[in-house]
T-cell receptor, first 109, second 112 residues
């Protein structure tokens, strides 16, 4: 079966750095997405990786290793507004998105 | 209208009733999707449409039906609601099936 694993919850301090990991086992691979979802709101697109390596976008970076079935989202200079759930999703061989359950990130002052 | 809208925002429904969740997008995206989101689970695809006039089944299609008569609208119908269909429903769209998906604000549905 297809499976996306990410930690259920993480806690970090305002101003610090946090890394959210995602491992996947899917039928084929056509890209990996990270979305942010604030409580009670819709998921919003953060990043997309299809080749190995690091993609940087401001305070957020995303890394992919296809051989290891692994990605991480790195958030720097954490702000209170970064408190949200972070969803990892993999596009499989049929171009359908397979979603992880999400990582709830709690930021403390 | 800007982006994707969904209606209603929330609904409480008696079991056995018929319900249609509405989704409209103004981005002229070809592909549209319906997901449900339940606590502790990832988003699960119910149905999708790669272009107007075509639909396909996702991971959890039973008890749901969709239609895509035009580019903008993609309604989701529950023919006879059951309590297990209590969930948050998100509609999404993308320019093509291989592009990034953008989500509507969601509909919170409770079936009693």
């Amino acid at each position: 079966g297809q499976n996306i694993d990410q930690p259920t919850e993480m806690t970090a301090t305002e101003g610090a750095i946090v890394q959210i990991n995602c491992t996947y086992q899917t039928s084929g691979f056509n890209g990996l997405f990270w979305y942010q979802q604030h409580a009670g709101e819709a998921p919003t697109f953060l990043s997309y990786n299809v080749l190995d390596g690091l993609e940087e976008k401001g305070r957020f970076s995303s890394f992919l290793s296809r051989s290891k079935g692994y990605s991480y989202l790195l958030l720097k200079e954490l702000q209170m507004k970064d408190s949200a759930s972070y969803l990892c999703a993999v596009r499989d061989q049929d171009y359908q998105l397979i979603w992880g359950a999400g990582t709830k990130l709690i930021i403390k002052p | 209208i800007a982006g994707i809208t969904q209606a209603p925002t929330s609904q409480i429904l008696a079991a056995g009733r018929r319900m249609t969740l509405r989704c409209t997008q103004d981005m002229r995206h070809n592909a549209m999707y319906w997901y449900r989101q339940d606590l502790g689970l990832g988003l699960r695809l119910i149905h999708y449409s790669n272009t107007a006039g075509t639909t396909g089944k996702g991971e959890v299609p039973d008890g749901y039906s969709v239609s895509r008569a035009n580019t903008d609208d993609f309604p989701l119908t529950l023919a006879s609601a059951v309590p297990s269909q209590t969930s948050v429903y998100f509609c999404a769209s993308s320019d093509t099936p291989t592009d990034t998906q953008y989500f509507g604000p969601g509909t919170r549905l409770t079936v009693l």
